[in-house]
C-alpha cells in the first residue's frame, strides 16, 4: 500500500483523551478514532492488526476441532429471561443495551452469548452421539460498561471470540477446557505476546474452574500474585495464601478500655503498644439481594489483613435464599447517612465487634455474621466494645463472645504471604490485562434452559458446558501497551499491520523513487507486506512516522543507494544495515520479516 493514498494522518501531540501509553499510540499513529464513549473505529491499519489476531485465533480454534459460526447480535428478552438474567443484566449490572422494536418487543444487544447458543443446543441437541460439540464466533459484542476507559481496553463495543462447548460428562468438559488452555497460550505465543494463566475467580457460576490469561504490562487493570517456583498463579480476587502467624497476645485478662480518638488499626495497634494480628476488626458492609432485601454484613478478620469484596461476594450468593433472592446486586460499606433509615440508633462505628447486639436494626431484622478462617484461631485479642471510644482487651472466642457460624476465607492475600502449595515460597506480585477468560459452566445455563439430550443409557440429562472468550480488539491494544518506546509502537512481527516500510527521503529524485518503486513490487510479490511512504514530505516527517507506527523493518532509500544498497533498520532495536538492492528480499526473509 502506498501512504500517499491512504487515509494517513498521525498526530504530533497527545490526545487529551487518553491516559495509557497504548491508547495515546494507537490514537497518535492514526489505528483508531473514537466516535463516542468506549466507542471506536478501527481505521485500516488498525483493521489489519485485527484480521491477524483473528486469523490466528481462528488456526488454533480449528485445529482443536471447534467449527466457527456466526450468532445475532439481537438477541430477544424472552431467552435472558429463561436464564434469569434479563434483570441483572438491563437493570442491576445495566450491562446489556436494550431496546424496544415497533411491536413493544424488547431485545438486547449480545454483551455474551451463552443464551443464543443454549437455545440452539436445546433444538438441536438430542443425543449423546453429537457430543461433544465446540462451536465459535469473532463478533462485535456490546457491554454498557460504567467507566469506560483506555480506548480499546475497555469499550462498549468491542471484538470477541467467542466459544461454547457441550459434553456428555464432566471429563469431556475437561478435556475442552484443557484443549482450549493449550489454544490460548498458543494464540498468545504466536502473537509475539508475554503472559501468564491464571485462577480466576468463578463468580457466582462456580463450576469446576476457571483461568484468566494476563498479558503483563504496568498499566494492566489487574493484579496478579504467583510463585517464582511458577506453580502458583493467580488472579488476586482468587488468590489464596498462608498469612503471616499472629503473635502471642499479653492480654491475657478481659478488659475494657478508654481508646479516645483511635480511628485506624495502626493507632490501635500503637496506643496497645502491640501487633495488628492480634487485633480483631468488624468492617459493616451493606449488601442488596434482588428480592429488594438490604442486609447488613458483620465482617470479622485480623487486623492486619483486608477484605476480597470478590470472596465476600461470592459468600454473600451462597446465602440467598434464605433472603428468597438469587443473586447480590450492590455490595458496599455503607455512608453513615444512608444508615439511619434501617437503624434504632447510631451505630458505634469504628468500634464495632462481631458481637454487635441486632437490637441496632429496626423491625427485628439480624445482623448477617462473617468471620474470616485465620482471624478464629486468634486468642486474648483485642476486639471493639461496640461502645464509642471504647475496645477490650484479652478476648476469647465462645468465652466472651460467640464466634459467627460462618467461618469462611474472605481474606485478600498480599504479596510476601506464603504460598500454600510450598511455605517457603512468597507470592510476588505483577500487573496484567485479561485478554482471555476459560470457564467450565457446568450445567447453569442448560438447566436453566431445559437444555436436555438422551444419556447413553436413555435418560433426559441437561447438557455440561465450557464457555471461552477472548478479547481480540483489547488484545491489540495490550500488545502495545507491552511493546512501545519513546517513539512509538513496536509491533510483534506476527501481528504487524505491515512488515516493512520503504521511506523515500526525496521523492524528487528519480533514483531513489526507481529504487522504492521496485523494492516495493519484489517484496510484495514475496509475500512481504509492504508499505510505501511516497508521500512528499519531509525525510524527518517520514522517519518519525515509520517510528510512530511501528513497523518491524523500515528501507530508507538514500544516500546509500549510490553504493547500490539500501539502508535496513530494525524498528525494535534501531540497529542499521547496509543491504545490496539485489539481496533486499532474501535478506528480510532470512529476518524472519515474513510473519508465520
Ligand atoms: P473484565 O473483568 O475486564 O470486565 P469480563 O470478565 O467481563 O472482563 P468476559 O465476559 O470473560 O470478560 O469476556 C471475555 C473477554 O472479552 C475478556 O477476557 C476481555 O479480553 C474481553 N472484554 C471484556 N469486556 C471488554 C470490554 N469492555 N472491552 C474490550 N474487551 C473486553
Ligand atoms: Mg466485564
Known amino acids: 500500500m502506498r501512504l500517499s493514498q491512504m487515509l494517513f494522518v ?5 490526545p487529551a483523551e487518553a491516559e495509557i501509553p497504548s491508547h495515546k499510540l494507537l490514537l497518535r499513529a492514526g489505528y483508531i478514532r473514537r466516535i463516542g464513549s468506549g466507542v471506536y473505529a478501527y481505521l485500516p491499519l488498525m483493521w489489519r492488526v485485527l484480521t491477524k489476531i483473528s486469523k490466528i485465533t481462528r488456526e488454533e480454534m480449528n485445529a482443536t476441532g471447534a467449527m466457527e459460526c456466526l450468532l445475532p447480535q439481537l438477541q430477544p428478552s424472552e431467552l435472558w429471561k429463561e436464564s434469569g438474567r434479563w434483570d441483572t443484566y438491563t437493570k442491576a449490572e445495566g450491562i446489556m443495551f436494550s431496546l424496544v422494536d415497533r411491536q413493544e418487543k424488547e431485545w438486547g444487544l449480545g454483551p455474551t452469548h451463552e443464551e443464543i447458543i443454549t437455545t440452539i443446543a436445546r433444538e438441536l441437541i438430542r443425543s449423546y452421539r453429537q457430543l461433544p460439540l465446540h462451536l465459535y464466533q469473532i463478533q462485535t459484542k456490546f457491554r454498557d460498561e460504567i467507566r469506560p476507559r483506555f480506548g480499546l481496553m475497555r469499550g462498549r463495543e468491542f471484538i470477541m471470540k467467542d466459544g461454547y462447548s457441550f459434553h456428555s460428562n ?50 494492566g487493570e489487574d493484579e496478579i500474585l504467583y510463585t517464582p517456583d511458577e506453580l502458583y498463579a493467580a488472579n488476586v480476587e482468587k488468590a489464596v495464601s498462608l498469612p503471616i502467624d499472629a503473635v502471642i497476645s499479653p492480654f491475657t485478662e478481659l478488659k475494657t478500655i478508654e481508646t479516645p480518638n483511635i480511628e485506624t488499626i495502626e493507632q490501635l495497634a500503637k496506643f496497645f503498644q502491640t501487633d495488628s494480628t492480634i487485633i480483631i476488626k468488624t468492617v459493616l458492609y451493606e449488601a442488596v439481594y434482588d428480592s429488594g432485601v438490604t442486609v447488613f454484613v458483620l465482617v470479622s478478620l485480623r487486623g492486619d489483613q483486608l477484605v476480597n469484596e470478590v470472596k465476600l461476594q461470592n459468600e454473600l450468593v451462597k446465602q440467598a435464599s434464605h433472603y428468597q433472592a438469587k443473586t447480590v446486586i450492590s455490595l458496599k460499606v455503607p455512608e453513615v447517612s444512608a444508615l439511619e433509615k434501617y437503624t434504632t440508633k447510631p451505630l458505634p462505628l469504628g468500634y464495632l465487634a462481631p458481637d454487635l447486639s441486632d437490637e441496632y436494626l ?6 448477617l455474621r462473617l468471620v474470616d478462617h ?31 457460624d460462618l467461618v469462611v476465607d474472605i481474606r485478600k492475600a498480599v504479596v510476601g504471604d506464603r504460598a500454600i502449595h510450598d511455605p517457603t515460597q512468597t507470592l510476588q506480585t505483577a500487573r496484567g490485562i485479561e485478554v482471555g477468560h476459560i470457564f467450565q ?34 488484545l491489540a491494544q495490550a500488545a502495545v501497551e507491552q511493546s512501545y518506546d519513546k ?19 526525496n521523492i524528487t529524485d ?26 512528499d514530505e519531509r525525510a524527518g516527517v517520514k522517519f518519525k512516522d515509520a517510528e510512530l507506527i511501528g513497523i518491524p523493518y523500515r528501507l530508507v532509500t538514500g544516500k546509500s543507494l549510490q553504493e547500490g544498497a539500501v539502508e535496513v533498520v530494525e524498528r525494535k532495536t534501531g540497529l542499521v544495515s547496509k543491504v545490496p538492492l539485489a539481496e533486499v528480499v532474501s535478506t528480510l526473509k532470512g529476518l524472519n520479516a515474513v510473519a508465520n
Not at 362 to 367: D, Y
Not at 487 to 505: D, L, M, Q, R
Request: aromatic letters at 8%; one cysteine or more.
Open 362 to 367: 429496626v423491625k427485628n431484622q439480624s445482623f
Open 374 to 404: 485465620c482471624a478464629v484461631s486468634v486468642s486474648n485479642f483485642i476486639t471493639g466494645a461496640n461502645r464509642k471510644g471504647y475496645h477490650r482487651t484479652g478476648v476469647n472466642w465462645e468465652i466472651d463472645l460467640k464466634c459467627p
Open 441 to 474: 459452566l457446568g450445567t447453569k445455563y442448560s438447566q436453566a434452559m431445559k437444555a436436555n439430550y438422551t444419556s447413553e443409557q436413555g435418560e433426559d440429562v441437561p447438557l455440561s458446558m465450557g464457555c471461552y472468550g477472548l478479547g481480540v480488539s483489547r
Open 170 to 219: 464432566p471429563e469431556s468438559l475437561k478435556e475442552t477446557y484443557r484443549d482450549m488452555d493449550k489454544a490460548y497460550r498458543n494464540i498468545l505465543t504466536r502473537c509475539g505476546l508475554s503472559f501468564r494463566a491464571v485462577e480466576a475467580d468463578s463468580g457466582a457460576i462456580g463450576g469446576s474452574g476457571s483461568q484468566e490469561f494476563m498479558i503483563l504490562a504496568e498499566a
Open 487 to 505: 517513539n512509538g509502537i513496536i509491533w510483534p512481527i506476527a501481528i504487524a499491520p505491515y512488515h516493512v516500510v520503504i521511506v523515500i527521503p
Open 510 to 535: 528519480p533514483a531513489q523513487v526507481k529504487a522504492a518503486e521496485t523494492l516495493y513490487t519484489e517484496l510484495n510479490q514475496a509475500g512481504i507486506e509492504t508499505l510505501l511512504d511516497d508521500r
Open 10 to 14: 498521525t498526530l504530533r501531540e497527545d
